[in-house]
C-alpha cells in the first residue's frame, strides 16, 4: 500500500474525533490548530504509528500538544497575573496591570527582556534558554535573577503602573 494514500484514510477517518478531542479540551479557537499539528506530527512520524492503535496514538499526541499549550498559556497568565484586588474580573484593572508588566519589561536590557521571554513565555528551561541567549547556564541563571529584581523593583519604584486596592483603574 502506498504510505501517502495509508496517511490520507488515516486523516479522513480521525481527522473529526481528533478535532473533537482537541475541541472538548482547548475550546473552538484552538482545537484545529492542536488538530492539524497533531496531523503534522503524525505525517513525520507515520511509520511509529501503531497499525492497530492509529486513533490512540493520536489522541497521545494531541492530548502532549494540548499539555503544552495549557503551559504556555499558564506562563503567559503567571507573567501578567492581575493581583487580587477586590474587583474581580475587572477588564480595567487587567488592562492596567498587563501595561504595567510590559512597561516593566520594556525597562530591562533587549538581551534580559529577551531571556526573561524566553523563560516565562517560550517556556525554556535555564539550560535552553542560556543557549539561545549565546551564554552559558550559569551566566543566564545570574541575568535572569537579575531581570526578576529589576522587574519587581520597577513596579516597587512606580505605584502608578499598579493598580491599589479599591481604587478604579480607570
Known amino acids: 500500500m502506498d504510505e501517502e494514500a495509508d ?3 488515516l486523516f479522513q477517518e480521525h481527522y473529526e474525533s481528533v478535532l473533537r478531542y482537541a475541541w472538548r479540551r482547548v475550546g473552538p479557537a484552538d482545537a484545529p490548530d492542536i488538530a492539524n499539528e497533531t496531523f503534522r506530527i503524525a505525517w513525520e512520524k507515520y511509520r511509529e504509528v ?3 492503535r492509529k486513533l490512540p496514538w493520536l489522541y497521545g499526541t494531541a492530548r502532549k500538544l ?3 499549550l495549557v503551559k504556555k498559556e499558564k506562563r503567559r497568565e503567571g507573567l501578567f497575573a492581575v493581583h487580587d484586588v477586590g474587583g474581580g474580573d475587572d ?3 487587567a ?4 501595561q504595567a508588566a510590559l512597561t ?3 525597562s530591562l536590557s533587549e538581551s534580559d527582556r529577551e531571556l526573561v521571554l524566553l523563560v516565562a513565555w517560550e517556556g525554556l528551561d535555564l539550560r535552553e534558554a542560556a543557549q539561545v541567549a549565546g551564554c552559558s547556564r550559569a551566566a543566564a541563571g545570574m541575568r535572569l535573577h ?3 529584581r529589576r522587574l519587581e523593583q520597577f513596579l516597587s519604584d512606580h505605584p502608578q503602573h499598579q493598580p491599589r486596592f479599591g481604587e478604579s483603574a480607570v
Open 104 to 106: 516593566a519589561l520594556n
Open 95 to 98: 488592562v492596567v496591570t498587563r
Open 66 to 68: 494540548i499539555g503544552n
Open 146 to 148: 537579575r531581570a526578576r
Open 7 to 9: 496517511f490520507t484514510r
Open 91 to 93: 477588564h480595567a484593572v
Open 50 to 52: 501503531p497499525p492497530d
